[in-house]
């Protein structure tokens, strides 16, 4: 298509401002970026004749930010099932080290074309494993944009090489289990060094609670704060158990929380405080972590997923779908400080955005306007199967629903047969596991 293109006819869901309404009307793309959106009507004269491509019957909503997956776990998915973390902690471990550089390239492009299939357009992969080379490829092959995180011992010249390529570099930290003081402010000191943020699991557990408290004497949060590694840029996922002087801190010091409400039910551990997080003023996204904990990457489930179990555990207010919506989109963005790029249809923007068909039985009716329940339906009636068209900085990488980049059928089928090829070493790792218990 033309790098000057206008969506016409879609219902527009812009969530650019908060209280914005969805509309009908024309979105207007130049050089990967939103030019204009606005009812049809009020097209500038300017953009009459352009390259049209007509959406009536769609919703045209900001691309999904999934702010944490593990990659590699989808080689694992629906594996070491029904047990604590720390029960699948040694087991996934061992199965991590069965991959090698040669074969995580071919796994990140399927779990990012599962991603992107599903209005994914910006990913946080908290990788178990490392590529040889090129670090950005899958990325860059399947389309979709993102950030990645890279162990302690990487080179500062991949760091750069991911920063360079246009994503996001993260400092792999650990989890509880793997601090001391010597690590925590080692971390701080690497950070400092290459002007890279940390990225790390925290709070998930009673188990890893127990350890910092064992340790340190002192909640995970206020852990990292004594050793000088909560602050602006850090980004703490899961962010479970919490207290109220733990949600102060991360307020006080702008550290992001990116939480994954189905992993939290899956491990049947603990629930994030969130609506307690909002309203202190954190910065909360969302994300689908591994396939091991899901078992998917579908960020419009995981909306739906936050809002039930929020009013489930708290009150039938404490999360409300348009709200749940924006912590997938404008909110995760906010958590990696790409708020003014992407996460909303706003003019001056990156094109990162996604249609839904509306025209089906479990998305009927569309009540427009106010009391309306468009978002409502987005949330809480669709899901991946409904996603139709994928844009990344303008360029259309789903269409029709499938790949416009990427031979679907020869991904899959090599990602089938790597699979069928290890399937011997991980029954080996998983009865192992068995024999442990
Ligand atoms: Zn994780």
Request: charged share 20%; proline share 5%; hydrophobic share 40%.
């Amino acid at each position: 298509m033309a790098s000057t293109f206008q969506l016409s006819g879609a219902v527009i869901v812009p969530l650019d401002t908060e209280g914005s309404k969805p509309f009908v009307g024309n979105l207007v793309v130049e050089k990967g970026r939103i030019a204009w959106l606005g009812p049809a009507e009020d097209m500038p004269g300017r953009y009459l004749g352009i390259s049209q491509e007509e959406l009536s019957g769609q919703a045209l909503l900001p691309g999904l930010i999934n702010g944490h997956i593990h990659s590699e776990a989808v080689i694992f998915r629906g594996l070491l099932e029904g047990l604590t973390l720390i029960e699948q902690y040694h087991p996934t471990c061992r199965l991590n080290e069965l991959l090698t550089p040669k074969d995580t390239p071919l796994i990140r492009k399927l779990a990012y074309l599962e991603c992107a299939k599903g209005g994914t357009t910006f990913i946080l992969d908290h990788a178990f494993t490392t590529i040889k080379g090129d670090i950005c490829e899958p990325f860059r092959t399947v389309g979709v944009w993102g950030g990645l995180t890279l162990g302690e011992k990487t080179a500062p010249e991949d760091f750069q090489m991911v920063a360079e390529g246009g994503f996001l570099p993260y400092i792999n930290a650990p989890g509880e289990e793997d601090w001391t003081e010597e690590t925590l402010t080692g971390y701080a000191r690497l950070r400092d060094k290459l002007g890279v943020p940390l990225y790390l699991h925290l709070a998930e557990t009673t188990w890893r609670w127990q350890i910092a408290k064992d340790r340190f004497n002192a909640s995970p949060v206020a852990a990292l704060d004594k050793f000088g590694t909560l602050e602006s840029g850090t980004v703490g996922v899961h962010g479970v158990w919490m207290d109220e002087d733990d949600i102060a801190l991360l307020a006080k010091n702008a550290t992001a929380i990116v939480n994954t409400p189905t992993s939290e039910m899956k491990l049947g551990d603990g629930v994030a405080p969130l609506p307690r997080l909002l309203s202190a003023g954190v910065k909360v996204g969302l994300g689908t972590d591994g396939a091991l904990w899901n078992n998917g990457n579908d960020m419009l489930a995981e909306a739906k997923v936050a809002c039930l179990l929020h009013r489930l555990t708290t009150a039938p207010n404490s999360l409300s779908a348009e709200n749940a919506l924006r912590l997938a989109t404008i909110d995760g963005a906010r958590c990696f400080g790409v708020e003014k790029e992407t996460g909303s249809l706003s003019v001056g923007k990156r094109a990162d955005m996604f249609t839904i068909n509306l025209i089906q039985p479990h998305l009927q009716p569309i009540y427009p306007g106010e009391r309306g329940n468009i978002v409502e339906n987005i949330v809480l009636c669709a899901s991946r199967g409904d996603v139709v068209n994928l844009w990344v900085a303008g360029e259309k990488i789903i269409s029709g629903g499938f790949s416009t980049r990427i031979d679907e059928e020869k991904l899959i089928g090599d990602f089938a047969l790597l699979a069928e090829n290890l399937q011997d070493k991980i029954k080996n790792v998983i009865s192992r596991k068995v024999i442990l218990e």
